[in-house]
C-alpha cells in the first residue's frame, strides 16, 4: 500500500491550495482516508477525513475553508484548501484506515507529506 501527496507550495494568504492523496494497493471507497498536518515545533493535527460512505470531517481550524472529497475512479483524495492563513502553514499527510471511523487513531498506512507555506 501506497499513499503518494502532492500538490503543496507556497501561496499568499487568501490564496487556495489543491493537495492530492494517490493511493494504491487498497481501493479508497471501502477506506477511511484522512489528512493531518503538523507545523514546525507542534504537534501533529487532524485536519480532515472521508469516509468509505462519502461522510466528512473537518477540524474545527478549518472548517469552512477546506473541502475534502476523491475519485474512486483515479483511488485519489483531494483535500481544497480556500481562504488560507499563515497558520496553515505545515507539512500536511494523509493516511489510511479500514476502519469507518473519524477518530484520529487506527489509521495503518501514511503518505511522505507535502509542505505548505502560506506566506506574502
Known amino acids: 500500500v501506497q499513499l503518494q501527496a502532492s500538490g503543496g507550495g507556497l501561496v499568499p494568504p487568501g490564496g487556495s491550495l489543491r493537495l492530492s492523496c494517490a493511493v494504491s494497493?487498497?481501493?479508497?471507497?471501502?477506506?477511511?482516508v484522512g489528512w493531518y498536518r503538523q507545523a514546525p515545533g507542534k504537534d501533529r493535527e487532524y485536519v480532515a477525513a472521508?469516509?468509505?460512505?462519502?461522510?466528512?470531517y473537518y477540524a474545527d481550524s478549518v472548517k469552512g475553508r477546506f473541502t475534502i472529497s476523491r475519485d474512486d475512479a483515479k483511488n485519489t483524495v483531494y483535500l481544497q484548501m480556500n481562504s488560507l492563513k499563515p497558520e496553515d502553514t505545515a507539512v500536511y499527510y494523509c493516511?489510511?484506515?479500514?476502519?469507518?471511523?473519524?477518530?484520529?487513531?487506527?489509521?495503518?498506512?501514511w503518505g511522505q507529506g507535502t509542505l505548505v507555506t502560506v506566506s506574502s
Open positions: 472521508i469516509s468509505s460512505g462519502g461522510s466528512t
Open positions: 493516511a489510511a484506515k479500514r476502519y469507518n471511523s473519524f477518530s484520529p487513531y487506527e489509521y495503518e498506512y
Open positions: 494497493g487498497i481501493r479508497i471507497q471501502s477506506w477511511t
